[in-house]
T-cell receptor, first 111, second 114 residues
């Protein structure tokens, strides 16, 4: 099946930028997503990017997609302690019916 | 506010018991999914459903079955619970024409099998 890979942990200081990386193997992916999971909660959609885009910006969030290298990143500017969570990248095909998730990156923001 | 509601946040069951996990969505979504989440393994798809009475196996269906008798409800059934099914179970739903909407997730059910 499809592989979506992420590093497991990232630690940053409050106010710094965080960059969470993700690689995927399936070049037919249509949409790529970033989800956030806070402790004890389900996953919340943060942002998504269509595969014909290189970049998408949404307030403090910037998504970069390198389709040639099958690499997706999420940059969080001015990281706050409330950003501490697990971040999952996911990809889906044209029919949106099945998503494939990475293992999640646990972001720890130190005050 | 649109919602995916999972009936229990925490469950403790004994080995061999039949376990029902319920999920209800109020968004008229066609697609519903059951995932399990384990540390270091991310989310793994157990079963999904495109429509009422339709179901398809995901990546790890062994030991599970599902039921979708109504559009808004998708049940996950552990026929005979085992300790290796201790996990966080997440239900999600989506529109067929997703167009980037992604999934909407429930809050999860943490199941412990003893």
């Amino acid at each position: 099946g499809e592989d979506v890979e992420q590093s497991l942990f990232l630690s940053v200081r409050e106010g710094d930028s965080s960059v969470i990386n993700c690689t995927y193997t399936d070049s037919s992916s249509t949409y790529l997503y970033w989800y956030k999971q806070e402790p004890g909660a389900g996953l919340q959609l943060l942002t998504y990017i269509f595969s014909n885009m290189d970049m998408k910006q949404d307030q403090r969030l910037t998504v970069l997609l390198n389709k040639k290298d099958k690499h997706l990143s999420l940059r969080i500017a001015d990281t706050q302690t409330g950003d501490s969570a697990i971040y999952f990248c996911a990809e889906s095909k044209w029919n949106f019916n099945k998503f494939y998730f990475g293992s999640g990156t646990k972001l720890n923001v130190k005050p | 506010d649109v919602k995916v509601t999972q009936s229990s946040r925490y469950l403790v069951k004994r080995t061999g018991e039949k376990v029902f996990l319920e999920c209800v969505q109020d968004m008229d979504h066609e697609n519903m999914f059951w995932y399990r989440q384990d540390p270091g393994l991310g989310l793994r798809l157990i079963y999904f459903s495109y429509d009422v009475k339709m179901k398809e196996k995901g990546d790890i269906p062994e030991g599970y079955s599902v039921s979708r008798e109504k559009k808004e409800r998708f049940s996950l059934i552990l026929e005979s619970a085992s300790t290796n099914q201790t996990s966080m179970y997440l239900c999600a739903s989506s529109l067929s024409s997703g167009q980037g909407y992604g999934y909407t997730f429930g809050s999860g059910t943490r199941l412990t099998v003893v």
